[in-house]
């Protein structure tokens, strides 16, 4: 069998299978779950791809992934958005929004999101808002033990999953409209009526821990070192730890801890009901109704201090036993998705290095030309697990961002050329920007790949509640309006505004530490080693490259030790 | 030429279809039609406005490397797919899909590479024809393949953080003898170091396997069979024919127990799979359905083992099978990662346990019908746009060459009875057909 919208994976964090997501139980979707987009063949053969995992394989690094659609945390509320088309209802109380698309298919899909995230996170409680998803997608509910539901919805293939950003929850499903009827009274008193019982907690608290301390530090070292910027980067802010929490606190935390923070945010102010496909026209009204039974609660506004500054280049080295050296640096950007520079930013990004693609730049410089590792990327939005997937998962919309860039392991004695070809070609896109034939280009490619982003239903659904919260209005068209307005100039206005290449975070994962730290501070000459003869202007670059100058000095080096990291 | 229509709907198959397995579970038209040259084409129509994807399968994966000092040469081959030929060099052909919006990309298993792409309706003759450019044209020099060589060390080293990585790589050195599925996708960690010295035989490798009778073109979306077949008949028509056959060594059949164990040089929490042979792929012999049908019945978060250990118990925290479909007899894999050591022994008894009841105990008739339908939904489930029905038909024509293969195969589903779970749990779960592999920390 093939693609196993019903095989799994399980693993506590997600797991499926093959092609496509995850349908199958409730188990080993949720909280911690995670969902896969694949392809390929699956069970036990792992497929290998020129740019990507996908499929089988998918599933099984998956393992070691991020797991878990990853939380996220906020803490305020509600954003600066815009409140763009949403549908009210009527009824006492708050309005509860709704984002609707109502189609023909013979699928139905939920995303029942709520404006509250990681960040919101009590300090010493970090991890309860993931923890909370956790209890209510992966738990049962007063009237159905977890065990039940998994055998209720097994027959239907569907699978009921929570993803927890900073500051938005999302629960999500899709189910053939054969079975809506089942399918919504399982999710709906999964969410309204939990069963909060200690079982499940243990299950799912040991679960959350054994992520953090096996998935992440010990399988998986890319997404050790992307988590951990993003915690070096927001060190002392609500986004300052992962999404899944902390090790330490989690250990800590009680069932009451969860149902408190339930109480408080799981209401009908935070709550956004979406729906798409091929649902009865009453349907959403009655949805609305049944979620009245949520405290009407106010609407809150999540209020984030502005991100701590970043002076000079900082380096954490974590070090762990593996073969490989995980690079991952950036700094905040003042720019989201509902900022008027972020479609031209968004732009710079793709060409510099769009998400496994051999078309962008550092691609083709570090892996095409000099064959460095497997790809090397660059972001301006939170993308977790992208070793796992080509597109970005919806429903991670934050306030704040950074701007990254992701090189994937290389070799150790490689690394510090590695480092220093991606600080370099970074100062050359600032310093000289882009030009006209790769601005054309790249405009041409955003303009057509944008339908690809939003080729599912449930896909559309997410990137309609995202621009409910950006404010925005429709996703593709916002795109292709605002790449059809923008100049050369723009593009290299914003290049100049918001990147620069002096003051970046910069996490390293790698075996030799202080060997690594050692030839950095020293800024001795890091001379890459070829396999075969390479054209003379490719060495001359290397030349420069080689000698190019990181202002590292050694305290503005730590080492830390796997062991303590998400600690 | 050939041409085969078959039409259902979602909704009639899954009403109609699990109660009698009479219709067709692949819901959409397809065509088949078949060049002079060996080459398929098999064209799905669908209405997603404007979408199509592109999926040139090619039948040829690691099963493949049969030769010593070779292992991982069909995925090292599919990279190589990307450096260009004399009328697109690669800068050129990235320029090509950069402009058109295409998602492009390839992967490589045992049994099959396949080289995709997305894109919008209006570009539907540019990818053929670049892609038909670099089956029939690829060139490239020593040094870009020795960069490349080094790009694929790059990925085997990304891939090494992860245990079950390991795991499958020396299950599958333990279980085997002769047959190339003793290694993994990737290959043996010596024959990828060796890779950058083996300009030669890429170029062998090519000529033998970069043929139109390995390969078949799988367009599905905005399109028409008539424009499609017409395409490509223009650039893909004049692919010449190979006639090499491998020659693909039996496995003989195992005759005792064998295990192995993995000290895993970081802390991890214990993992442990049990493996035995199973069959070959079939939409006709009752086997591997049958297997499917247990995976999901044995092992599934559904299952009695799955509630003990995982739910009830705790003391398991992943629980899953890789039953997964072959062209030769493969694995039948399920694993476990234990949340303590002490455990080991007890998760690995319920395991065995589990795969000796289905021997003896007949399972329920409704559970039974609740895995039917779940693999009817799930697949109803999976096809969502143009890419994932492409997916989807890129695994079974990889097998199969045909989509009917699905259909065949989900009424092989609707037809396993209870007495054929036990009969073929009894054929294969065979102790001297087994091998066990645990990975645990290092002291």
Redesign the interface.
Same mark, same amino acid.
Do not use: C
């Given at each position: 069998?093939?693609?196993?919208?019903?095989?799994?994976?399980?693993?506590?964090i997600i797991?499926v299978i093959l092609?496509?997501?995850v349908?199958? $139980?409730?188990?080993?979707t949720a909280s911690g779950a995670e969902t896969m987009h694949g392809?390929?063949?699956?069970?036990?053969?792992?497929?290998?791809?020129?740019?990507?995992d996908?499929?089988?394989v998918a599933a %099984?690094?998956m393992?070691?992934g991020d797991g878990g659609r990853s939380p996220g945390n906020t803490l305020m509320s509600a954003p600066t958005p815009k409140r763009p088309p949403s549908h009210g209802d009527a009824g006492p109380g708050p309005k509860i929004a709704t984002v609707l698309l109502p189609g023909e298919s013979?699928?139905v899909s939920f995303r029942i999101l709520f404006n509250v995230g990681a960040a919101s996170d009590p300090p010493g409680k970090e991890g309860v808002a993931a923890l909370t998803a956790a209890m209510l997608s992966q738990g049962g509910s007063r009237q159905m033990t977890?065990?039940q539901i998994?055998?209720a919805m097994?027959?239907?293939?569907?699978s009921f999953t929570a993803q927890v950003d900073k500051e938005m929850t999302v629960f999500y499903g899709?189910t053939?409209r054969?079975?809506l009827e089942t399918y919504y009274r399982i999710i709906s008193d999964m969410l309204l009526d939990p069963g909060w019982r200690e079982?499940d907690f243990?299950?799912l608290k @040991?679960?959350a821990i054994?992520f953090l #301390?096996?998935n992440l530090?010990? $399988?998986?070292?890319?997404e050790l070192g992307k988590e951990e910027l993003y915690n070096f980067i927001y060190e002392g802010h609500p986004y300052g730890h992962h999404n899944r929490g902390r090790v330490g606190a989690l250990e800590k935390l009680t069932l009451a801890d969860v149902k408190a923070f339930y109480r408080q945010h799981y209401t009908q102010a935070n709550l956004v009901i979406g729906l798409a496909g091929g649902y009865p026209p009453d349907f959403p009204e009655r949805v609305i109704t049944d979620f009245r039974r949520l405290p009407p609660g106010s609407p809150t506004r999540l209020k984030l201090p502005p991100p701590p500054p970043i002076r000079g280049l900082k380096m954490r080295i974590i070090q #762990?036993? @593996?073969?490989?050296t995980?690079i991952s640096f950036g700094f905040p950007i003042p720019v989201n998705r509902s900022h008027p520079d972020w479609p031209a930013l968004w732009l710079v990004r793709s060409y510099f290095g769009e998400h496994?693609s $051999?078309?962008s730049y550092l691609f083709?410089r570090m892996?095409?030309?000099?064959? %460095?590792?497997?790809g090397d990327y660059a972001y301006i939005e939170y993308f977790p697990r992208g070793?796992f997937q080509?597109y970005p998962d919806p429903n991670l919309a934050r306030q704040q961002q950074i701007f990254q860039v992701w090189i994937?392991?290389?070799?150790p004695r490689n690394a510090h050329f590695a480092l220093r070809i991606a600080l370099y070609e970074l100062k050359k896109l600032v310093d000289r920007g882009m030009t006209r034939e790769d601005f054309e280009? @790249?405009r041409?490619? %955003?303009? #057509?790949?944008v339908?690809?982003m939003v080729?599912?239903?449930?896909r559309r659904l997410g990137y309609a509640l995202d621009s409910r919260y950006y404010g925005i209005g429709e996703f593709t068209q916002y795109v292709r309006r605002a790449l059809a307005r923008l100049t050369l100039d723009d593009v290299n206005r914003v290049i100049k505004k918001y990147l620069q290449y002096k003051n970046i975070k910069i996490v390293v994962v790698t075996k030799d530490a202080r060997g690594f730290r050692d030839a950095v501070a020293s800024n001795r000459p890091s001379p890459i080693h070829?396999?075969?003869?390479?054209p003379k202007e490719i060495l001359q670059e290397d030349e420069i490259i080689a000698h190019f100058h990181l202002d590292l000095r050694p305290e503005d080096i730590e080492i830390v030790p796997?062991?303590r990291v998400f600690q | 030429m050939k041409m085969f229509t078959f039409i259902g709907t979602?909704?009639c198959l899954?009403?109609a279809g699990s109660a009698h397995g009479t219709k067709d579970v692949f819901p959409y038209t397809y065509f088949i039609d078949d060049l002079p040259n060996g080459l398929r084409v098999i064209t799905v129509p669908t209405d997603?406005p404007?979408?199509v994807a592109l999926q040139v399968v090619m039948q040829v994966g690691s099963r493949n490397e049969v030769e010593p000092g070779k292992s991982g040469f069909a995925?090292f081959f599919?990279?190589m797919? *990307?450096r260009g030929t004399k009328k697109f060099p690669?800068e050129k052909y990235?320029?090509i899909?950069?402009?058109?919006?295409?998602?492009s990309?390839?992967?490589?298993?045992?049994?099959?590479t396949?080289y995709?792409s997305?894109?919008?309706a209006e570009?539907l003759e540019t990818l053929l024809m670049v892609e038909a450019d670099r089956f029939q044209n690829l060139t490239y020099s020593?040094?870009d393949?020795?960069?490349?060589?080094?790009?694929v060390?790059?990925?085997y080293?990304?891939?090494?953080?992860?245990?079950? &990585?390991k795991m499958?790589e020396v299950l599958r050195d333990t279980a085997f003898t002769r047959h190339p599925y003793k290694h993994?996708?990737?290959g043996f960690l010596r024959d990828i170091e060796d890779m950058?010295n083996q300009y030669e035989y890429s170029r062998t490798f090519f000529q033998r396997y970069y043929r139109p009778e390995y390969a078949t073109i799988i367009v599905v979306g905005d399109v028409t069979r008539e424009r499609v077949v017409s395409l490509v008949k223009k650039y893909w028509g004049s692919w010449p024919r190979g006639s090499y056959v491998p020659d693909i060594p039996a496995e003989p059949e195992q005759t005792e127990p064998k295990s192995a164990h993995i000290d895993?040089?970081? /802390?991890?929490?214990p993992w442990i799979m049990i493996a035995y042979k199973g069959p070959a792929y079939s939409d006709e012999a009752k086997d591997m359905a049958t297997m !499917?049908i247990i995976?999901?019945l044995a *092992?599934? /978060?559904?299952s009695e083992l799955? &509630?003990r250990l995982?739910?009830?118990e705790?003391k398991v !925290?992943?629980? *899953?099978?890789?039953?997964?479909?072959?062209r030769d007899p493969?694995?039948l894999?399920v694993?476990a990662?234990v949340?303590d050591e002490k455990d080991l022994d007890y998760v690995k008894e319920r395991i065995l346990q589990t795969f000796a009841s289905l021997k003896t105990t007949p399972v329920s008739r409704e559970r039974l019908?609740?895995v039917k339908?779940?693999?009817?939904?799930?697949?109803?489930?999976?096809l969502?746009?143009?890419?994932?029905i492409a997916?989807?038909l890129?695994?079974?024509v990889?097998l199969r060459r045909t989509p009917e293969t699905i259909n065949k195969?989900y009424r092989l589903y609707d037809a396993i009875t209870v007495e054929d779970v036990q009969a073929m749990a009894r054929k294969y779960f065979v102790k001297a057909h087994r091998t066990i592999v645990t990975l645990a920390s290092k002291r």
């Open positions: 069998m093939r693609h196993d919208r019903g095989l799994w994976l399980a693993v506590g797991m092609g496509t997501l349908h199958g $139980s409730p188990s080993w392809r390929g063949n699956v069970h036990g053969a792992l497929p290998t791809m020129r740019n990507d996908r499929g089988p %099984l690094t393992i070691g013979p699928l977890y065990e998994v055998q097994y027959p239907l293939a569907t899709t053939h054969d079975n079982e243990t299950r @040991t679960e054994n #301390k096996v530090r010990s $399988s998986n070292d890319e #762990k036993e @593996t073969r490989a995980a496994r $051999s078309n083709q892996r095409e030309i000099r064959g %460095l590792n497997y070793m080509f994937r392991p290389v070799e280009a @790249t041409q490619y %955003l303009s #057509k790949f339908n690809l080729r599912t239903q449930d070829y396999p075969a003869p390479k796997v062991e | 979602l909704l899954l009403i997603h404007n979408i995925h599919e990279h797919m *990307f690669a990235q320029q899909l950069k402009r058109a919006g295409v998602d990309n390839a992967y490589t298993s045992d049994d099959l396949v995709h997305t894109f919008s570009d020593v040094e393949f020795k960069t490349e060589a080094k790009a060390l790059g990925e080293n990304k891939n090494s953080a992860n245990p079950l &990585r499958l993994t996708t990737m950058p895993w040089p970081m /802390p991890t929490l !499917d995976a999901n *092992f599934s /978060p559904s799955y &509630r995982v739910i009830k705790q !925290d992943q629980l *899953f099978p890789l039953f997964s479909d072959h493969y694995l894999i694993a990662r949340k019908e609740a339908s779940h693999l009817r939904y799930s697949f109803a489930l999976s969502d746009d143009p890419q994932s997916d989807t890129a695994h079974y990889a195969l």
